[in-house]
């Protein structure tokens, strides 16, 4: 892609080209992480460590799931966000496309909710939709065309919408390795299609950080971070900084290819599952060890 289309579509994702230095990324947290906190602590905390932007997760059992927001919360997050001098980056989904038999409305109705809380909740520009999309891993082939059928549906809805969403490679599901990315996203011609990137899961089979970050940065408009231990299918994950990841390259890697948009961190349910995690305390623990990558 070259450098004027991705700074098109980065300001079509959310205007983070404009909005950062030459050189520096946003550094943020989800609140994916922070199950358990109400949403106004856990923006408080994002803001109050020094993080400078957050995605909210709109999955059943989170507190922002579309249908627990009244409008006055909705407005009431816009605010806060912004009196936190914070960025809402994105919105995290959970769907399937590998699931596509009878669940097509579904999915389009959860992606005009997903839509309404970006354009409500965003102080500036829109938040993206990022997600996954589902699938057996051992199921690529057989229903590889569905998932495209699929896909070709929701993109139709997000331009309706005029919203982007952005899909992610996952390495427990059908679509785990960047040539499966780009193989899906082939099939469907819109720049409302966008990447997420996020090399925790590439690990996970001993892939090459910065050939995959080839393959897929120029059309990402948002990144996840996390780390792995082990490799497929007995890995797990773990924080960024606590894993084998040297994130002072990674982040380099990112900028020398041309990416300005927001990074984040992502705290998988392999983490915040365990007893004694403490959202706050991990967001204090990511951001001691992995924020001077982005100084």
Known sequence: ????????????????????QPGRLPFGFSLYGMKTLPWREG??????IGYQCTELSLRAGWNTEPKLLTGSDRAEIRRRI??????????????????????RESNLERLRAAAEVCHECSPGRPALIETTVGGRPDAW???????????GAWIRKVEELKITLAIKAHSKTAMSRPERLLWLAGQVRSDRLQFVYDFSHFA??????RKTMEQIVPRTVFVHIKDTIGRAPDHHFVLPGDGPVDFKPYVRNLVELGYR???VVEVSVDVFDQPSYDPVKAAEHVWQKVSPSFA
């Open 43 to 48: 923006l408080a905390h994002v803001a109050r």
């Open 82 to 103: 912004g009196d936190l001098a914070l960025e809402l980056s994105s919105v995290m989904e959970n769907l399937g496309l590998a699931r596509a038999g009878g669940n």
């Open 1 to 20: 892609m070259d450098p004027t289309r991705r700074s098109a579509v980065a300001t079509l994702a959310g205007g983070f080209v404009a909005a950062s």
């Open 261 to 263: 948009g927001p990074v």
């Open 141 to 151: 082939e057989e229903t590889k065309n569905a998932m495209a059928d699929e896909l």
């Open 204 to 209: 996970a089979f001993g892939l090459d950080m």
